[in-house]
């Protein structure tokens, strides 16, 4: 066979339905053995083939903390930036090129400490991203602190003594901020995870999920923390998510059990990007731009 035909075969394209193999990243996660985040990225991997899209079709945006490394673990465009400021970054990056799925991944510590103003007007705002933060109750990779997540009393690094502060409800908060997808998973359960997700792509508006995704390095171990997550998850049952009072009465139930499952889900707000004028035209990555070539090689230059 001629080396060229050799080539066009090899070059040629994979036919049939993407895997989650394929969105499979060429470095392997460097996170703890047995920490929840693998879950996430597993399930992540799955609902991207279950969308039917080719990798060049979605981005990945994280903040700073070991959830945060994802981005660099999954086949697609990828973007690892600034703590804090990923829902920032990927809302530049939806306007730009509303036809990307931009998916957000992060942690509580980056979400809902340093990024909680971005939280809630990317919220308030109903961009068209999915939000996964991975919400392990601890700052994980600068060795155990306090998040906004901790539950009143528990030692870290940061509170010796028991914490002092009450935990933030993200999922509660979540709705009462304006976003039209709101559920709760836990890393675990890949299956639920997955399809929550899956569901989240499709969703035109803002989507959340906080995930429970134990931290087995600085929350007692892998067999204490796993054990008591197990006894205190439980699904949703008999309940309407196209009701907002509803779900957010479940949001804000207290007690021993945790709720998951899909807690709000409103499909009758229009995303941002569905009423911007701008982008009636398409995606403005793909309009001409409006100075010529000199001009824009100029302001390139000036910002080298």
């Known amino acids: 066979m001629a080396r060229s035909a050799r080539r066009a075969r090899r070059e040629r394209p994979v036919q049939g339905a993407p895997t989650a193999r394929d969105f499979k990243g060429d470095v392997s996660p460097d996170w703890c053995a047995g920490c929840g985040d693998v879950g996430v990225l597993n399930a992540l991997q799955g609902a991207y ?57 992060g942690g509580d510590g980056d979400g809902y400490g340093i990024g909680g103003n971005h939280f809630i007007h990317t919220m308030r705002k109903n961009i068209d991203l999915l939000y996964i933060v991975m919400n392990n109750e601890t700052y994980g990779l600068t ?59 499709q969703h035109k508006g803002f989507a959340f999920i906080d995930v429970i995704s134990p931290c087995v390095t600085w929350k007692g171990g892998a067999r204490v923390i796993f054990d008591y997550w197990k006894e205190r998850v439980q699904y949703l049952e008999g309940h309407d998510t196209s009701d907002r009072a509803a779900a957010i009465e479940q949001a804000v139930k207290t007690g021993h059990e945790t709720q998951l499952g899909l807690f709000y889900h409103d499909t009758s707000r ?11 035209n398409g995606p403005i990555a793909h309009q001409p731009l409006s100075i010529t070539q000199e001009q824009g090689d100029a302001i390139v230059q000036r910002m080298m």
């Open 49 to 105: 083939a279950k969308l039917g899209r080719g990798n060049h079709d979605h981005l990945t945006v994280s903040g700073i903390g070991c959830s945060s490394n994802l981005p660099g673990y999954v086949k697609t465009y990828g973007m690892h930036t600034l703590h804090g400021r990923a829902l920032a970054v990927a809302t530049g990056a939806k306007f730009a090129n509303h036809e990307l799925n931009v998916v957000v991944t």
């Open 270 to 280: 229009q995303s941002l990007d569905e009423m911007e004028p701008v982008l009636k």
């Open 143 to 201: 060795v155990g602190q306090a998040s906004p997540t901790t539950i009143v009393g528990e030692q870290t690094k940061s509170t010796p003594f028991g914490n002092l502060e009450t935990p933030l409800n993200p999922v509660a908060m979540a709705i009462v901020a304006g976003a039209t997808y709101v559920a709760r998973a836990y890393s675990s359960d890949g299956p639920k995870l997955a399809e929550l997700m899956y569901n989240g792509m």
